[in-house]
């Protein structure tokens, strides 16, 4: 807890005074132009890897990346994000960033004891489609395949949701799926077959 205190003092007394305008301005404006949708693990952060400043991505984070699918009727956080990202600030793109070495989509490869974990078991069911995908094209039981599926299951997931719905058919936002690799620093686009092509060299 001192190395946050101690950041925080650092951020206070290094970074504030640099960029005063931009928090001025930020105060009472909110408008990113990108939701951003990542895994929860530590390792991957969403403005180091783009070098965003604040103000500009949308983050939501979850366990394995995973985007449930609309659910009418639901208290869903995920969705609820995923509207006001949408539908209020009018993001222009979506990112969903899947990563080398995910915890949440080897527990999916290798299976995991439910009794033991509940929580993360129904959540990671959100992945079914993922590992259908992963099975289907001959990949079953390879972190990296899993991973490059469950980006793209996840795409379509975001796609039931109907302000994205609407946003994809008036053609006023698109959709991205990005691998980060942890190891090598490199980010990679997944095409709609889940061909991936390395983003920027
Ligand atoms: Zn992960």
Not at 42 to 68: C, D, K, Y
Request: with cysteine; aromatic share 4%.
């Amino acid at each position: 807890m001192q190395d946050l205190e101690q950041g925080v003092a650092r951020f206070r007394r290094d970074v504030f005074p640099a960029k005063t305008e931009l928090f001025t301005r930020l105060a009472t404006t909110h408008r990113p132009a990108t939701l951003f949708i990542s895994c929860s693990d530590a390792r991957v952060v969403p403005e180091l890897i783009t070098q965003s400043e604040p103000g500009e991505l949308f983050v939501i984070r979850t366990a394995g990346n995973l985007v449930p699918a609309y659910a009418p009727g639901s208290a869903d956080g995920v969705a609820a994000g995923i509207e006001y990202a949408v539908a209020v600030l009018d993001v222009s793109d979506i990112v969903v960033c899947g990563h080398s070495g995910c915890g949440a989509m080897t527990a999916v490869a290798d299976g995991l004891d439910p009794a033991a974990l509940p929580a993360v078991a129904g959540w990671l069911r959100h992945a079914d489609a993922s590992r259908a995908r992963t099975t289907a094209e001959g990949g079953a039981g390879t972190v990296a395949a899993l991973v490059r599926q469950n980006v793209l299951a996840q795409l379509a997931n975001l796609a039931t949701h109907p302000s994205v719905a609407r946003a994809l058919a008036g053609e006023t936002v698109a959709l991205h799926g990005w691998i980060y690799d942890i190891g090598t620093g490199t980010v990679e686009e997944l095409d709609a077959t889940g061909r991936p092509s390395a983003l920027a060299v």
